[in-house]
């Protein structure tokens, strides 16, 4: 397992779609142990694809406290949406320095392939909710701020351009 390099804000690939994956492979099982490895340096709850710079729709979560419940995921699709909306502070590597309250849905239910090549359906609630959503996100191409008002979207970047020259 290799810990990889986040590709910086604002590299084109962060906002291209990422290609469906057609079938688990081994390769797709070591990008996705490599996804775990660097999600544990950052340390941080989700991982997609992109931010390495693969473009393939992979993600990785893992919300726990003891970081046992890793979830790879490709393919992810949302089925529902609940409509209790939660609040967080998100953030992400490919623009360090950087966070943001964001409100999604409290709760999903995704479709995705698992690591076996199986279509799973679960279900996310709290932080783990809000890190799927995320790696979705990243998988179409948007970023977190993407979802702040333009005002409050433009004066973040502002700061990012200053902090990170």
């Known amino acids: 397992m290799t810990i990889r390099r986040f ?14 994956v057609p079938e688990i492979t081994d390769e797709v099982r070591g990008i996705w142990d490599d996804m775990i490895e660097t999600m544990d340096a950052m340390p941080g709850v989700g991982l997609a694809a992109p931010q390495i710079g693969v473009m393939l729709q992979l993600a990785v979560v893992d919300a726990s406290q003891a970081r046992n419940k890793r979830i790879r995921m490709a393919n992810p699709t949302i089925l529902e949406l609940s409509a209790k909306p939660n609040e967080y502070e998100e953030a992400s590597p490919n623009l360090p320095g950087m966070s943001a309250k964001i409100t999604r849905p409290r709760a999903l239910s995704v479709r995705y392939l698992d690591e076996n ?10 932080l783990e909710a809000t890190s799927v959503q995320h790696q979705i996100d990243h998988l179409a191409g948007k970023m977190y701020f993407d979802r702040l ?9 502002r700061k990012a351009r200053k902090l990170n020259g």
Do not use: H, N, Q, Y
């Open 7 to 20: 590709i910086p804000w604002p590299d084109k690939r962060l906002r291209t779609p990422c290609a469906v």
């Open 117 to 126: 090549g199986v279509i799973a359906r679960r279900e996310f609630v709290g």
């Open 149 to 157: 008002s333009k005002t409050k979207r433009d004066m973040l970047l």
